[in-house]
């Protein structure tokens, strides 16, 4: 008897599957095709992906080998690569810039990443602090605009270059604009944040000395004269 169930229950599976194949083996079909060339499709971009980056590696390997590199970086109107490795392209060049002593073309091809909306955002970003920290020494440069130009930055938590900004600002507030209190504010900030490299903190606290015995020499002068 529990073999005739048995076979009863193999039959109606049977049957089941058969009713459900003839119901729906055109979507089945369809799915698998899909799938199919869904894979085929992502195989081909990968390959195809593969291929444009080998490729664009070699030109700015070939640019960065040639005797007018990181001139003709330079003087490239656009670089025949994707965004983040033109991004990477326009770093390398204007760091070979400042090898050479060259200030002030590193701090165009600075500004050209920092002004590049197509850029990864940590790449866009450097390019701002590198370019603000350039021309922090100049003396036609006014302390305002050069805040105004970090004041993104500094407000973007989520950017690896935040604390560095920080600490540029409290230079600028600091020095061109002579307000001590607000450049220890920056300079906590960045001291209030842990985890962070020494060679950071160390420079935030030195910076926090100093601007920490000028602000109180001013609060001292203010209180006499009051």
Do not use: C
Not at 19 to 24: P, R
Not at 148 to 155: A, E, G, K, N, R
Request: charged share 25%; hydrophobic share 40%; proline share 4%.
């Amino acid at each position: 008897m529990a073999d005739l169930f048995r076979e009863v229950d193999e039959v109606m599976r049977q049957e089941r599957i058969e009713k459900f194949w003839s119901e729906n083996k055109a979507y089945i079909i369809g799915v698998i095709l899909g799938t199919i060339l869904l894979t085929g499709l992502i195989s081909g971009y990968r390959s195809w992906n593969s291929s444009v980056k080998e490729k664009q590696t070699a030109a700015l390997i070939a640019m960065q080998e040639s005797p007018e590199y990181p001139g003709n970086i330079l003087n490239a109107e656009e670089l025949p690569m994707r965004a983040g490795l033109r991004g990477i392209a326009l770093l390398q060049a204007a760091g070979t810039f400042l090898d050479q002593d060259k200030t002030e073309d590193a701090l165009t091809l600075y500004q050209r990443v920092s002004q590049d909306k197509e850029l990864p955002g940590e790449l866009q970003d450097l390019g701002t602090l590198m370019s603000v920290r350039l021309q922090i020494d100049r003396g036609d440069q006014d302390g305002q605009s050069l805040l105004d130009q970090l004041i993104p930055l500094v407000s973007n938590l989520q950017s690896p270059w935040v604390h560095h900004a920080r600490i540029e600002a409290a230079l600028i507030t600091a020095d061109k604009l002579g307000d001590y209190s607000t450049a220890l504010t920056h300079l906590n900030a960045v001291l209030d944040t842990p985890d962070l490299p020494q060679s950071l903190t160390d420079r935030a606290r030195a910076l926090a000395h100093l601007y920490g015995m000028k602000n109180k020499s001013i609060s001292e002068k203010q209180d006499e004269t009051g």
